[in-house]
Nanobody, 121 residues
């Protein structure tokens, strides 16, 4: 069993910052890509940022220059530093991991339960 547990969401004023964390636990051989997605009410889930095991990153245009994704491979943890937050960043943020549970398994995708981020004055 693999679990992804997110933390760090909450209410913040426009222009403020938040740091999200997501720790993967369970039977894990290797985690390839880790990512953050968001889902606003009534909208589809969309990619915010992703990071490979080697540290290559990819960002949605809407967050470039404001958000930074990082990971600690030893802790199976991914972070999302969110700065200069805007009201339109309000959404549920989900952690995603593509991993192999053993060396013989194919890659599988796992999701966290989501954490609410609300940007409002």
């Amino acid at each position: 069993q693999v679990q992804l547990v997110e933390s760090g969401g909450g209410l913040v004023q426009p222009g403020g910052s938040l740091r999200l964390s997501c720790a993967a636990s369970g039977r894990i051989f290797t985690i390839n890509t880790m990512a953050w997605y968001l889902q606003a009410p009534g909208k589809k889930r969309e990619l915010v940022a992703s990071i490979t095991q080697e540290g290559s990153t990819n960002y949605a245009d809407s967050v470039k220059g404001r958000f930074a994704i990082s990971r600690d491979n030893a802790k199976n943890t991914v972070y999302l530093q969110m700065n200069s937050l805007k009201s339109e960043d309000t959404a549920v943020y989900y952690c995603n991991a593509r991993l192999k549970r053993t060396r013989w398994d194919s890659e599988s995708e796992y999701w966290g339960q989501g954490t609410q981020v609300t940007v409002s004055s």
